[in-house]
């Protein structure tokens, strides 16, 4: 088959590119487009892909969301007319792809993992198959028009697809160190909010509250990586200590999360990422809970922050190399794949 992939976001390159692998290996031929936001166009160049860039984002309100999204899907279609007949679109919920499928009579697969995203009644209802990990509500789909007969599910998270056979690369120290991060020190790696995402249209004090504590934490260096260069540059001013750093450029998240002491983001696919590799986690999301996250916390594997005196608790130190263990879960990308390549 010919196989369209819409990259709409940062987290989908990595995602993408596992199944990207396994498609060609199966002897399927891949083409990509991808949207302008965060460094998910720096980050699908690093990872080998030559998407065709197509659209931005349209910034927090609502007017300007739905105008981009139906302006890049209008653009998608007209690029997506103007190639050799594709027999399948596929995203992580990109919108405006699945919409210019639909436009274009194309068969148009979308995956899944948060339950509470406004945007699942368009996904959901427009897409010809939908994809979730097992620990998806039935309730949501339901909600959202996801008819049982379109439906498939799969064991794991999204994460295990592409970091089940991960192994860190020794050379990603050099990088470390020209970021001003010993071998001595404790590492953090932090990920603020989606402040402009359609489900987080709030504000996170604890957020703030733990920049304020690592500010202080002098024994510890905490590598921020903001979505956008604004909330870098918004951020920047306000949170100044010297052992908070800014990288300009993408790292490789997966060498970053796997030297890392610990993990703490206010979104979700950082955390799963660190589940995944067996890294301490702590989420600070202010949003509704995804089930897959509250199985991790259950399973250990995440650490909930609710309040400022779990901030002040928080462990800061040196992970322990003997306790860390990795999901492994290698069978994920090929039942993934499957799923995708069935209809």
């Known amino acids: 088959m010919r196989i369209w992939i819409d990259l709409a976001n940062s987290p989908h390159v990595p995602f993408f590119r596992a199944l990207r692998e396994e498609f060609e290996r199966r002897?399927?031929?891949?083409?990509?487009?991808?949207?302008?936001f965060a460094q998910t166009i720096e980050l699908a160049e690093r990872a080998g892909f030559a998407p065709a860039v197509i659209g931005g984002h349209g910034g927090r309100g609502l007017k300007g969301k739905a105008g981009n999204l139906f302006g890049r899907a209008l653009a998608l279609g007209k690029w997506a007319r103007g190639r050799r007949g594709f027999d399948l679109a596929v995203s992580?919920?990109?919108?405006?792809?699945?919409?210019?499928?639909?436009?274009?009579?194309?068969?148009?697969?979308?995956?899944?993992?948060?339950?509470?995203?406004?945007?699942?009644?368009?996904?959901?209802?427009?897409?010809?198959?939908?994809?979730?990990?097992?620990?998806?509500?039935?309730?949501?789909?339901?909600?959202?028009?996801a008819r049982r007969a379109k439906v498939r599910r799969y064991d794991g998270i999204k994460e295990d697809v592409y970091l089940a056979d991960f192994r860190p690369d020794p050379r990603f120290a050099d990088e470390l160190r020209a970021l001003g991060v010993g071998a001595d020190d404790v590492l953090l790696v932090v990920?603020?909010?989606?402040?402009?995402a359609l489900y987080h249209r709030f504000d996170?004090?604890?957020?703030?509250?733990?920049?304020?504590?690592?500010?202080?934490?002098?024994?510890?260096?905490?590598?921020?990586?903001?979505?956008?260069?604004?909330?870098?540059?918004?951020?920047?001013?306000?949170?100044?200590?010297?052992?908070?750093?800014?990288?300009?450029?993408?790292?490789?998240?997966?060498?970053?999360?796997?030297?890392?002491?610990?993990?703490?983001?206010?979104?979700?696919?950082?955390?799963?990422?660190?589940?995944a590799?067996?890294?301490?986690?702590?989420?600070?999301?202010?949003?509704?809970?995804?089930?897959?996250?509250?199985?991790?916390?259950?399973?250990?594997?995440?650490?909930?922050?609710?309040?400022?005196?779990?901030?002040?608790?928080?462990?800061?130190?040196?992970k322990d190399g003997a306790t860390?263990?990795?999901?492994?879960?290698?069978?994920?990308?090929?039942e993934v794949a499957d799923l995708i390549l069935d209809m």
């Not at 992580?92 to 436009?103: F, K, P, T």
């Not at 899944?112 to 979730?132: C, G, K, T, W």
């Not at 990920?191 to 402009?196: E, L, Q, Y």
């Not at 263990?325 to 069978?331: L, P, W």
Request: proline share 5%.
């Open 191 to 196: 990920r603020p909010p989606a402040r402009d």
């Open 324 to 334: 860390i263990d990795a999901r492994r879960a290698r069978h994920v990308r090929a």
């Open 92 to 145: 992580h919920n990109s919108y405006s792809q699945i919409i210019a499928a639909r436009l274009l009579r194309l068969r148009c697969v979308t995956l899944m993992d948060y339950e509470h995203q406004p945007a699942n009644h368009l996904a959901f209802r427009l897409a010809s198959r939908v994809i979730v990990p097992r620990a998806f509500p039935d309730e949501s789909l339901r909600r959202y028009g």
């Open 204 to 275: 996170n004090e604890l957020f703030d509250c733990l920049l304020t504590r690592l500010g202080t934490s002098q024994d510890v260096k905490a590598v921020m990586l903001p979505r956008t260069e604004s909330q870098r540059m918004t951020l920047a001013a306000r949170f100044t200590g010297a052992n908070m750093l800014w990288p300009r450029r993408a790292l490789d998240g997966a060498n970053l999360i796997a030297a890392a002491d610990l993990v703490i983001s206010a979104g979700g696919t950082m955390n799963r990422e660190a589940a």
């Open 277 to 318: 590799l067996g890294v301490p986690a702590a989420t600070v999301y202010a949003g509704q809970w995804a089930a897959i996250d509250e199985e991790l916390v259950r399973a250990g594997r995440l650490r909930r922050i609710t309040s400022r005196a779990d901030i002040d608790n928080l462990p800061l130190r040196k």
């Open 27 to 36: 002897g399927h031929e891949v083409e990509t487009t991808a949207r302008e």
